[in-house]
């Protein structure tokens, strides 16, 4: 099993690595790190803790104002990407917030390991949070993953933002 001291290593080795985009810090009275990469706009705050025998991390992707009309469409393209990504997780916390999650078990955790769910919640994180910070407020957006949805129920539906390609996954066999 893992164990604070070597957390706090791996974060030494991943900040010396790359410096100007990681950083961290241990909060001692809430028991976990705050670990920071600042190569994304907004920065990632991940925060990383132990529960019970596993190792948590995860990211509040900030504060968005989910109209009303907007929720299911939303929660629908979470519950999508969840079937859809590997690794990492949303998830929807009573305050409404939503978070991106990474867990593995203590006693499997590396560093590689650790650098890879680090990594796997920044790319996420970069890939998908401006799509859902316009879905929860834009209602036309809204309409149109539902709408999508209902035409083709077995795949997920990519919202591209900017000039990316779009990026269709299917959750059938």
């Not at 999508?80 to 593995?104: C, Q, W, Y």
């Not at 890939?127 to 077995?154: D, H, T």
Request: proline share 5%.
């Amino acid at each position: 099993m893992i164990s604070p001291s070597e957390i706090k290593g791996y974060l030494s080795v991943i900040e010396g690595q790359d410096q100007k985009r990681w950083s961290s810090t241990y909060v001692d009275e809430k028991h976990f790190w705050k670990v920071t990469h600042s190569g994304t706009v907004p920065a990632c705050e991940i925060y990383v803790e132990f529960n019970g025998p596993s190792l948590c991390l995860q990211i509040e992707l900030g504060e968005f104002r989910v109209k009303p009309e907007c929720q299911a469409a939303l929660y629908l393209f979470l519950l999508r990407l969840n079937e859809d990504l590997p690794v990492v997780k949303f998830g929807v916390r009573e305050s409404g917030r939503i978070t991106l999650m990474a867990e593995s078990l203590s006693g499997t955790v590396s560093l590689s390991r650790f650098e890879e769910l680090l990594q796997a919640l920044v790319a996420v994180f970069v890939e998908y949070r401006r799509e859902i910070e316009l879905l929860a407020g834009e209602s036309q957006l809204a309409n149109f993953v539902m709408k999508s949805f209902q035409a083709a129920p077995g795949s997920a539906v990519s919202v591209t933002v900017g000039e990316r390609e779009p990026v269709r996954r299917s959750s059938q066999p």
